[in-house]
């Protein structure tokens, strides 16, 4: 009874409970001090620096984007301005009206290019039918032969055509060469028809493979018969005339009417495509330089929001914890009252009479006192407001700051206009 020490079993009760209270304190502190290291590693202000900048960095990024190809756009553009010139110069000396000049694409070349070589096997072939009966040769010596003379009808009836287009000059000595040309080509396939009808004459009157077919047709053209004898010959002269005058219509029509325009037009479309090609890659390198550079903006301020929100979240979470831990203390100094009250009872209960129970008995078991947390949030309150305010700020400098970028890029953009005027 007069005992001033815990028993072994108060000594087992307040060590069990005080393990389970140091470890909740050890606990509250390591979350609050990640919490806290989150909470300071937040702040907006580079975020609202970088954001304000935005109108002033894309300017510069847009000039650099601007001066790594001023040489080749000044360059294109003095090229467009000469080509422009020499269309303009030729115009006038032409008398030719600002319209556009006829040109033909390349899919449009290769297309006439096949007709006309299409025609020309057409031609050729039934040429040899008609002279294979008469050729030591046979079919293959009837088609050589037939292809050679469609072939030069189809090539001379072609260029003559391009060169009647003279007849379109303003010159006189060349609207003379022009008709003259036609007239060239359309006597050649005339005569060229009738030669094939005397081809389709003599050839069969050959009566010695070892006689020459030319030397027959040229007896036959001397001595004047008349070839159109049987609707063979007739059929031959008038497929190579219509296979001639349509290469003459083809190569008339095979570029602009007006000799030379096409192909001064063609230097002028072709100098103003590089020079509008180069300013479409400009302005598109702008376009996408100011949709990064917005949306860089937006996400800025959508990280601060998120950053602030973050911010709230832990001081929410630093007082859930305080709540916690601040619980836990109060049922381990609970539960070490009750245990002990009970043990206290249960030993009273068990005592001698003659054997009272100590005088401590009356005195409660305290836990030594341990280093609680920093859960106060006065700090992170001050904070909160700074960062609340940065937000703020960025949020108001959005709409200027977008009006900045738009107005540089409408300025730059500006810039790249052709001037249709003179190019």
């Known amino acids: 009874f007069n005992d001033t020490q815990l028993t072994d079993v108060e000594h087992q009760i307040r060590g069990t409970l005080g393990k389970k209270r140091e470890t909740t304190v050890k606990y509250g502190q390591q979350v609050i001090q990640q919490i806290q290291q989150r909470m300071d590693s937040i702040d907006i202000t580079a975020q609202k620096n970088q954001t304000l ?8 990024i847009a000039n650099q984007i601007l001066s790594a190809q001023d040489g080749r756009l000044a360059e294109a553009e003095r090229e467009a301005k000469s080509k422009k010139n020499l269309l ?4 006038i000396q032409n008398r030719l009206p600002d319209i556009e000049a006829e040109r033909i694409s390349s899919d449009g070349k290769l297309l006439k290019i096949a007709v006309l070589a299409t025609c020309c096997v057409v031609e050729g072939f039934v040429n040899a039918n008609f002279f294979a009966s008469g050729m030591a040769g046979g079919l293959v010596g009837g088609f050589l032969l037939a292809f050679t003379l469609s072939f030069a009808n189809i090539i ?3 260029v003559a055509g391009q060169l009647y287009t003279n007849k379109n000059h303003v010159k006189v000595g060349r609207i003379l060469y022009g008709y003259l ?20 004459y003599a050839l069969p ?3 010695d493979e070892a006689q020459s077919p030319l030397a027959l047709i040229l007896q036959s053209i001397q001595s004047h018969v008349i070839p159109f004898q049987d609707f063979e010959s007739c059929a031959l002269f008038a497929v190579t005339i219509i ?9 008339y029509f095979y570029t602009d009417c007006y000799p030379g325009y096409a192909k001064v037009f063609s230097a002028y479309a072709k100098s103003q495509r590089r020079y509008t090609a180069l300013v479409a890659n400009l302005r598109k390198s702008l376009e996408n330089q100011k949709t990064q550079t917005l949306q860089i903006i937006d996400e800025s301020v959508k990280k601060a929001e998120a950053d602030v929100k973050a911010l709230k979240f832990n001081m929410g979470q630093k007082s859930i914890i305080k709540k916690r831990v601040t619980e836990t203390l109060v049922m381990a100094d609970e539960t070490l009252k009750a245990l002990t009250q009970y043990y206290r009872y249960e030993n009273r209960l068990k005592r001698p009479q003659n054997s ?3 005088n401590y008995f009356d005195q409660p078991i305290e836990f030594p006192d341990l280093e609680m947390p920093d859960f106060t949030i006065d700090r992170d309150e001050a904070r909160l407001t700074t960062q609340e305010r940065l937000l703020s700020e960025m949020i ?5 700051i977008r009006g900045q970028i738009l107005s540089s890029f409408n300025s730059k953009f500006d810039q790249l206009q052709p001037l249709q005027s003179s190019i």
């Open 396 to 400: 108001e400098n959005i709409v200027p």
């Open 205 to 207: 009157l050959m009566e």
């Open 88 to 91: 303009d110069a030729f115009r």
């Open 243 to 251: 296979c001639g005058v349509f290469a003459i219509y083809e190569g």
């Open 156 to 158: 001379v009836c072609f």
């Open 53 to 60: 900048n935005q109108g002033k960095e894309f300017e510069h």
């Open 356 to 358: 009272p129970r100590p």
């Open 181 to 200: 040309s036609g007239l060239i080509g359309l006597f050649f396939t005339i005569g060229l028809g009738i030669f094939v009808a005397y081809c389709r």
